[in-house]
Protein backbone atom coordinates (compact mmCIF):
# COMPACT_ATOMS: atom_id res chain seq x y z
CA UNK A 1 0.00 0.00 0.00
CA UNK A 2 0.91 3.59 -0.66
CA UNK A 3 0.82 5.87 1.24
CA UNK A 4 0.45 9.49 0.95
CA UNK A 5 3.14 11.69 1.75
CA UNK A 6 2.38 14.52 4.01
CA UNK A 7 4.10 18.22 4.62
CA UNK A 8 3.01 19.95 7.89
CA UNK A 9 4.00 23.40 8.14
CA UNK A 10 3.22 25.41 11.43
CA UNK A 11 3.62 23.33 14.70
CA UNK A 12 1.57 25.43 17.50
CA UNK A 13 -1.63 23.85 18.66
CA UNK A 14 -3.23 23.23 15.56
CA UNK A 15 0.06 21.92 13.13
CA UNK A 16 1.34 19.53 16.13
CA UNK A 17 -2.37 18.02 16.17
CA UNK A 18 -2.71 17.84 12.47
CA UNK A 19 0.59 16.24 12.42
CA UNK A 20 -0.27 13.42 15.30
CA UNK A 21 -3.32 12.66 13.25
CA UNK A 22 -2.05 12.13 9.69
CA UNK A 23 0.57 9.89 11.27
CA UNK A 24 -1.66 7.78 12.87
CA UNK A 25 -3.51 7.04 9.98
CA UNK A 26 -2.33 3.90 7.91
CA UNK A 27 -2.65 6.30 4.67
CA UNK A 28 -0.44 8.82 5.24
CA UNK A 29 3.34 9.15 5.65
CA UNK A 30 4.68 12.32 7.38
CA UNK A 31 8.05 12.45 5.79
CA UNK A 32 8.63 16.58 6.71
CA UNK A 33 8.05 19.08 9.59
CA UNK A 34 8.10 22.77 9.45
CA UNK A 35 8.64 25.92 11.72
CA UNK A 36 10.35 28.72 12.23
CA UNK A 37 10.41 27.96 16.28
CA UNK A 38 13.38 25.36 16.76
CA UNK A 39 12.59 24.12 19.62
CA UNK A 40 8.68 23.11 18.90
CA UNK A 41 10.17 21.96 15.26
CA UNK A 42 12.33 19.62 17.67
CA UNK A 43 9.76 18.78 19.51
CA UNK A 44 7.39 17.51 17.15
CA UNK A 45 9.89 15.61 15.19
CA UNK A 46 11.09 13.91 17.70
CA UNK A 47 7.82 12.44 18.49
CA UNK A 48 7.22 11.37 15.14
CA UNK A 49 10.42 9.59 14.56
CA UNK A 50 12.36 12.24 13.05
CA UNK A 51 10.93 13.08 9.48
CA UNK A 52 12.89 15.78 7.36
CA UNK A 53 12.59 18.89 9.50
CA UNK A 54 13.22 22.77 8.73
CA UNK A 55 12.44 26.33 8.78
CA UNK A 56 11.86 26.95 5.33
CA UNK A 57 8.51 25.88 4.03
CA UNK A 58 9.07 26.81 0.19
CA UNK A 59 12.62 24.89 0.04
CA UNK A 60 10.69 21.97 1.81
CA UNK A 61 8.18 21.59 0.06
CA UNK A 62 10.47 22.54 -3.67
CA UNK A 63 12.74 19.06 -2.00
CA UNK A 64 9.92 16.76 -0.69
CA UNK A 65 7.37 16.93 -3.26
CA UNK A 66 4.28 15.89 -0.84
CA UNK A 67 1.29 14.63 -1.86
CA UNK A 68 -0.82 16.36 0.94
CA UNK A 69 0.67 19.67 1.92
CA UNK A 70 -0.53 20.90 5.38
CA UNK A 71 -0.43 24.52 7.27
CA UNK A 72 -1.56 25.55 10.39
CA UNK A 73 0.59 29.11 10.61
CA UNK A 74 -1.26 31.71 11.58
CA UNK A 75 -3.78 33.55 9.78
CA UNK A 76 -1.86 36.72 8.21
CA UNK A 77 0.20 34.38 5.79
CA UNK A 78 -2.80 32.82 3.98
CA UNK A 79 -1.60 33.51 0.31
CA UNK A 80 1.87 33.29 0.82
CA UNK A 81 1.30 29.57 2.10
CA UNK A 82 -0.86 28.91 -0.68
CA UNK A 83 1.47 29.77 -3.01
CA UNK A 84 3.90 27.47 -1.54
CA UNK A 85 1.46 24.45 -1.83
CA UNK A 86 0.21 24.54 -5.46
CA UNK A 87 3.98 25.71 -6.99
CA UNK A 88 5.11 22.58 -5.39
CA UNK A 89 2.45 20.66 -7.03
CA UNK A 90 0.45 18.87 -3.78
CA UNK A 91 -2.50 16.79 -4.78
CA UNK A 92 -4.65 18.61 -1.71
CA UNK A 93 -3.74 21.00 0.33
CA UNK A 94 -5.21 21.11 3.93
CA UNK A 95 -4.88 24.61 5.78
CA UNK A 96 -6.71 25.98 9.21
CA UNK A 97 -9.65 28.41 8.77
CA UNK A 98 -10.05 31.36 8.29
CA UNK A 99 -9.57 31.22 4.99
CA UNK A 100 -8.20 34.99 5.33
CA UNK A 101 -8.25 37.57 7.47
CA UNK A 102 -9.63 40.12 4.92
CA UNK A 103 -11.59 39.32 1.20
CA UNK A 104 -8.59 41.18 -0.61
CA UNK A 105 -6.24 38.06 1.07
CA UNK A 106 -9.23 35.59 0.84
CA UNK A 107 -9.61 36.45 -3.36
CA UNK A 108 -5.83 36.06 -3.51
CA UNK A 109 -5.99 32.57 -2.31
CA UNK A 110 -8.91 31.69 -4.13
CA UNK A 111 -7.42 33.02 -7.55
CA UNK A 112 -4.45 31.37 -6.40
CA UNK A 113 -6.43 27.88 -6.06
CA UNK A 114 -8.54 27.90 -9.24
CA UNK A 115 -4.81 27.79 -11.17
CA UNK A 116 -4.49 24.63 -9.44
CA UNK A 117 -6.13 20.97 -10.00
CA UNK A 118 -5.43 20.62 -6.12
CA UNK A 119 -8.15 19.27 -3.72
CA UNK A 120 -8.75 21.80 -1.01
CA UNK A 121 -9.66 21.04 2.54
CA UNK A 122 -10.46 24.11 5.38
CA UNK A 123 -9.94 22.70 9.35
CA UNK A 124 -13.49 23.23 10.30
CA UNK A 125 -13.29 19.49 12.09
CA UNK A 126 -16.08 20.18 15.10
CA UNK A 127 -18.53 19.22 12.95
CA UNK A 128 -17.23 15.52 13.51
CA UNK A 129 -18.02 15.84 17.28
CA UNK A 130 -20.90 13.25 18.23
CA UNK A 131 -22.86 16.51 19.52
CA UNK A 132 -22.54 18.41 16.12
CA UNK A 133 -23.91 14.88 14.37
CA UNK A 134 -26.51 14.53 16.28
CA UNK A 135 -28.15 17.94 15.84
CA UNK A 136 -27.26 17.24 11.87
CA UNK A 137 -29.13 13.81 12.07
CA UNK A 138 -32.13 15.72 13.64
CA UNK A 139 -32.34 18.51 11.23
CA UNK A 140 -32.16 16.05 8.56
CA UNK A 141 -34.24 13.30 9.79
CA UNK A 142 -37.16 15.68 9.70
CA UNK A 143 -37.52 15.99 13.64
CA UNK A 144 -37.72 20.23 13.52
CA UNK A 145 -39.96 20.06 10.81
CA UNK A 146 -38.98 22.44 7.50
CA UNK A 147 -36.15 24.88 8.43
CA UNK A 148 -36.56 28.55 8.33
CA UNK A 149 -33.83 29.72 10.70
CA UNK A 150 -29.89 28.74 10.97
CA UNK A 151 -28.02 30.77 13.89
CA UNK A 152 -24.50 30.77 15.79
CA UNK A 153 -23.15 32.59 19.16
CA UNK A 154 -19.47 33.00 20.83
CA UNK A 155 -18.04 34.52 22.92
CA UNK A 156 -14.13 34.14 21.29
CA UNK A 157 -13.64 36.98 18.33
CA UNK A 158 -14.48 36.49 14.71
CA UNK A 159 -11.41 35.35 13.11
CA UNK A 160 -11.64 32.71 15.77
CA UNK A 161 -15.07 31.54 15.83
CA UNK A 162 -17.52 33.25 13.76
CA UNK A 163 -15.42 30.89 10.75
CA UNK A 164 -17.04 27.79 13.05
CA UNK A 165 -20.44 29.29 13.51
CA UNK A 166 -20.71 29.86 10.08
CA UNK A 167 -19.85 26.98 8.53
CA UNK A 168 -22.00 24.59 11.02
CA UNK A 169 -24.94 26.44 10.06
CA UNK A 170 -24.37 26.19 6.53
CA UNK A 171 -24.26 22.36 7.16
CA UNK A 172 -27.41 22.31 9.14
CA UNK A 173 -29.10 24.62 6.06
CA UNK A 174 -27.05 21.99 3.63
CA UNK A 175 -24.85 24.93 2.34
CA UNK A 176 -27.36 27.11 0.74
CA UNK A 177 -26.16 29.93 -0.78
CA UNK A 178 -26.11 33.27 1.17
CA UNK A 179 -27.44 36.04 -1.33
CA UNK A 180 -27.27 39.23 1.36
CA UNK A 181 -25.80 39.89 4.85
CA UNK A 182 -26.44 42.69 7.00
CA UNK A 183 -24.68 43.78 10.35
CA UNK A 184 -23.14 46.21 13.22
CA UNK A 185 -20.53 45.89 15.30
CA UNK A 186 -18.40 47.35 18.60
CA UNK A 187 -14.91 47.41 20.03
CA UNK A 188 -11.78 48.05 18.24
CA UNK A 189 -9.46 46.14 21.09
CA UNK A 190 -9.11 43.01 18.52
CA UNK A 191 -8.56 44.78 15.51
CA UNK A 192 -4.91 44.88 15.89
CA UNK A 193 -4.72 40.85 17.22
CA UNK A 194 -3.34 38.15 15.24
CA UNK A 195 -6.53 37.20 14.74
CA UNK A 196 -7.63 40.73 13.69
CA UNK A 197 -11.56 41.18 14.06
CA UNK A 198 -14.46 43.60 15.72
CA UNK A 199 -14.60 42.76 19.39
CA UNK A 200 -18.37 41.88 18.77
CA UNK A 201 -20.39 41.61 15.47
CA UNK A 202 -23.71 40.71 14.99
CA UNK A 203 -25.49 40.49 11.91
CA UNK A 204 -27.90 38.79 9.83
CA UNK A 205 -27.92 36.52 6.28
CA UNK A 206 -30.19 35.82 3.43
CA UNK A 207 -30.01 32.43 2.15
CA UNK A 208 -30.76 31.54 -1.18
CA UNK A 209 -33.65 28.42 0.04
CA UNK A 210 -35.30 31.63 2.10
CA UNK A 211 -33.44 30.56 5.34
CA UNK A 212 -32.15 33.40 7.83
CA UNK A 213 -29.01 33.27 9.37
CA UNK A 214 -28.79 35.04 12.69
CA UNK A 215 -25.16 35.47 14.34
CA UNK A 216 -23.13 36.96 17.60
CA UNK A 217 -19.55 36.72 17.73
CA UNK A 218 -17.44 38.15 20.36
CA UNK A 219 -17.60 39.81 23.98
CA UNK A 220 -21.42 41.25 23.50
CA UNK A 221 -22.84 38.09 22.77
CA UNK A 222 -25.50 36.58 24.97
CA UNK A 223 -24.36 34.09 27.45
CA UNK A 224 -25.06 30.54 26.47
CA UNK A 225 -26.01 29.06 30.23
CA UNK A 226 -25.12 25.52 29.28
CA UNK A 227 -21.61 25.68 28.99
CA UNK A 228 -18.82 26.52 31.37
CA UNK A 229 -16.09 26.87 29.70
CA UNK A 230 -15.52 30.31 27.49
CA UNK A 231 -14.01 29.02 24.53
CA UNK A 232 -16.81 26.36 24.65
CA UNK A 233 -20.23 28.96 24.82
CA UNK A 234 -21.06 28.40 21.41
CA UNK A 235 -24.51 27.68 20.56
CA UNK A 236 -25.28 26.57 16.68
CA UNK A 237 -28.51 25.43 15.56
CA UNK A 238 -31.74 25.86 14.00
CA UNK A 239 -35.08 26.58 14.34
CA UNK A 240 -38.04 24.79 12.14
CA UNK A 241 -41.62 24.71 12.15
CA UNK A 242 -41.94 21.89 14.48
CA UNK A 243 -38.83 22.83 16.65
CA UNK A 244 -35.76 23.60 17.04
CA UNK A 245 -31.97 21.18 17.62
CA UNK A 246 -29.06 22.87 18.65
CA UNK A 247 -24.98 21.97 19.75
CA UNK A 248 -22.91 23.55 22.67
CA UNK A 249 -19.34 23.24 21.23
CA UNK A 250 -18.40 22.66 25.39
CA UNK A 251 -21.25 20.48 26.32
CA UNK A 252 -23.65 18.71 24.57
CA UNK A 253 -26.38 19.45 22.83
CA UNK A 254 -30.46 19.27 23.01
CA UNK A 255 -33.56 19.06 20.22
CA UNK A 256 -36.96 20.41 21.45
CA UNK A 257 -39.57 18.50 18.94
CA UNK A 258 -43.36 18.07 18.76
CA UNK A 259 -42.02 14.50 19.91
CA UNK A 260 -40.38 15.73 23.11
CA UNK A 261 -36.96 17.00 24.45
CA UNK A 262 -34.06 14.47 23.45
CA UNK A 263 -30.48 15.62 24.71
CA UNK A 264 -26.97 14.19 24.50
CA UNK A 265 -23.45 14.87 25.78
CA UNK A 266 -20.06 15.52 23.45
CA UNK A 267 -17.35 18.02 24.00
CA UNK A 268 -15.31 19.61 21.41
CA UNK A 269 -11.83 17.74 21.31
CA UNK A 270 -9.47 17.38 18.44
CA UNK A 271 -8.08 13.88 19.63
CA UNK A 272 -12.15 13.15 18.74
CA UNK A 273 -12.43 15.53 16.07
CA UNK A 274 -9.77 14.53 13.90
CA UNK A 275 -9.75 11.25 12.95
CA UNK A 276 -12.84 11.55 11.36
CA UNK A 277 -11.46 14.80 9.52
CA UNK A 278 -8.00 12.80 8.44
CA UNK A 279 -10.16 10.22 6.94
CA UNK A 280 -12.39 12.18 5.22
CA UNK A 281 -8.93 13.27 3.44
CA UNK A 282 -7.96 9.87 2.57
CA UNK A 283 -11.00 9.18 0.89
CA UNK A 284 -11.14 12.26 -0.78
CA UNK A 285 -8.03 11.27 -2.28
CA UNK A 286 -8.81 7.91 -2.83
CA UNK A 287 -12.02 7.43 -3.86
CA UNK A 288 -12.89 10.63 -5.32
CA UNK A 289 -15.04 11.20 -2.09
CA UNK A 290 -15.41 15.30 -1.65
CA UNK A 291 -14.55 15.97 2.27
CA UNK A 292 -17.32 18.09 3.70
CA UNK A 293 -14.88 20.81 4.76
CA UNK A 294 -13.94 21.57 1.51
CA UNK A 295 -12.68 25.10 0.25
CA UNK A 296 -16.27 25.47 -2.12
CA UNK A 297 -17.85 25.50 1.35
CA UNK A 298 -15.55 27.59 3.61
CA UNK A 299 -14.80 30.14 0.79
CA UNK A 300 -18.48 30.44 0.80
CA UNK A 301 -18.89 31.01 4.45
CA UNK A 302 -15.61 33.10 4.65
CA UNK A 303 -17.65 36.01 1.96
CA UNK A 304 -20.40 35.30 4.91
CA UNK A 305 -18.11 36.69 7.83
CA UNK A 306 -16.00 39.58 5.30
CA UNK A 307 -20.02 40.83 4.06
CA UNK A 308 -20.64 41.36 7.82
CA UNK A 309 -17.90 43.32 8.57
CA UNK A 310 -18.11 45.64 5.62
CA UNK A 311 -21.88 46.14 6.58
CA UNK A 312 -20.93 46.62 9.20
CA UNK A 313 -18.31 49.31 8.31
CA UNK A 314 -20.13 50.83 5.88
CA UNK A 315 -23.75 49.94 6.38
CA UNK A 316 -27.07 48.22 4.50
CA UNK A 317 -27.03 45.25 2.59
CA UNK A 318 -24.17 43.77 1.27
CA UNK A 319 -24.85 41.47 -1.61
CA UNK A 320 -23.07 37.78 -2.34
CA UNK A 321 -20.78 36.74 -3.18
CA UNK A 322 -18.90 40.00 -3.14
CA UNK A 323 -18.64 41.57 -6.18
CA UNK A 324 -14.77 42.49 -5.26
CA UNK A 325 -12.51 42.86 -2.81
CA UNK A 326 -11.29 45.41 0.28
CA UNK A 327 -9.55 45.19 3.41
CA UNK A 328 -12.44 44.88 5.85
CA UNK A 329 -10.22 45.31 8.91
CA UNK A 330 -9.10 48.84 7.51
CA UNK A 331 -12.73 49.73 7.32
CA UNK A 332 -13.78 48.85 10.27
CA UNK A 333 -10.77 50.57 12.34
CA UNK A 334 -12.08 53.51 10.67
CA UNK A 335 -15.71 52.68 11.06
CA UNK A 336 -15.52 51.75 14.45
CA UNK A 337 -15.92 54.42 17.50
CA UNK A 338 -12.99 54.24 20.29
CA UNK A 339 -15.76 53.37 22.74
CA UNK A 340 -14.65 49.90 24.55
CA UNK A 341 -17.18 47.05 24.05
CA UNK A 342 -19.69 46.59 26.71
CA UNK A 343 -19.34 42.72 27.25
CA UNK A 344 -22.32 40.41 28.25
CA UNK A 345 -19.58 38.16 30.51
CA UNK A 346 -17.59 39.55 33.43
CA UNK A 347 -15.06 36.74 32.45
CA UNK A 348 -15.12 38.38 28.81
CA UNK A 349 -13.61 41.73 29.87
CA UNK A 350 -9.76 40.49 29.84
CA UNK A 351 -9.65 39.60 26.59
CA UNK A 352 -11.42 42.54 24.99
CA UNK A 353 -9.44 45.35 27.20
CA UNK A 354 -12.83 46.45 28.86
N1 LIG B 1 -9.91 24.42 13.72
C1 LIG B 1 -9.77 24.71 15.01
O1 LIG B 1 -10.46 24.15 15.87
C2 LIG B 1 -8.75 25.73 15.42
C3 LIG B 1 -8.42 25.91 16.78
C4 LIG B 1 -7.42 26.83 17.09
C5 LIG B 1 -6.77 27.54 16.09
N2 LIG B 1 -7.13 27.34 14.78
C6 LIG B 1 -6.46 28.04 13.67
O2 LIG B 1 -5.22 27.38 13.42
C7 LIG B 1 -4.25 28.32 12.98
C8 LIG B 1 -3.01 28.16 13.85
O3 LIG B 1 -3.38 28.37 15.18
P1 LIG B 1 -2.47 27.82 16.38
O4 LIG B 1 -3.26 28.08 17.61
O5 LIG B 1 -2.00 26.45 16.11
O6 LIG B 1 -1.26 28.87 16.28
P2 LIG B 1 0.19 28.79 16.95
O7 LIG B 1 0.66 30.19 17.07
O8 LIG B 1 0.14 27.90 18.15
O9 LIG B 1 1.05 28.03 15.84
C9 LIG B 1 1.46 28.60 14.64
C10 LIG B 1 2.85 28.03 14.34
O10 LIG B 1 3.25 28.49 13.05
C11 LIG B 1 4.64 28.76 13.11
N3 LIG B 1 5.01 29.63 11.98
C12 LIG B 1 4.74 30.96 11.84
N4 LIG B 1 5.22 31.41 10.66
C13 LIG B 1 5.77 30.33 10.03
C14 LIG B 1 6.41 30.15 8.78
N5 LIG B 1 6.60 31.17 7.93
N6 LIG B 1 6.87 28.92 8.46
C15 LIG B 1 6.70 27.88 9.32
N7 LIG B 1 6.10 27.98 10.53
C16 LIG B 1 5.63 29.20 10.87
C17 LIG B 1 4.84 29.38 14.47
O11 LIG B 1 6.20 29.34 14.89
C18 LIG B 1 3.94 28.50 15.32
O12 LIG B 1 4.62 27.37 15.84
C19 LIG B 1 -4.92 29.67 13.03
O13 LIG B 1 -5.39 30.03 11.75
C20 LIG B 1 -6.12 29.47 13.97
O14 LIG B 1 -7.22 30.31 13.68
C21 LIG B 1 -8.09 26.45 14.45
Redesign the pocket.
Known sequence: MTRYRVLV?????????HAMHFHAHPRFQVVGL????AA?LSETAAVLGNPQAG???AAMARDLRPDVFC?????H?RS??VRVAVDCGARLIA????VALTSEEGRKVKELLSGSPAKVVV????RYGKHYQAVKAAIAGGEIGKVHTVYGVAHGWA??ML??LIDYSMWYNDYARPRWVVAQAAGRHKLSD??ASPDYVAGFVQFENGVRGIYECGGGAPDVPEVQRWWGKNRIGATGTEGYAEVYTGNGWKAVTRNGISTGDGV?A?DQ?MPGYIQDIADWLECGNVHPCCFENAYAGFEVMMGLFRSAARGGQVTLPLPDSADEIEDLRRALSGAPLQATLEESRKEYGC
Not at 9 to 17: E, Q
Not at 34 to 37: A, K, N, P, R
Not at 123 to 126: T, V
Open positions: VGLGKRGRSCDIDRADAFCTLPIEMFEKPSHQHAHSHAHMYD
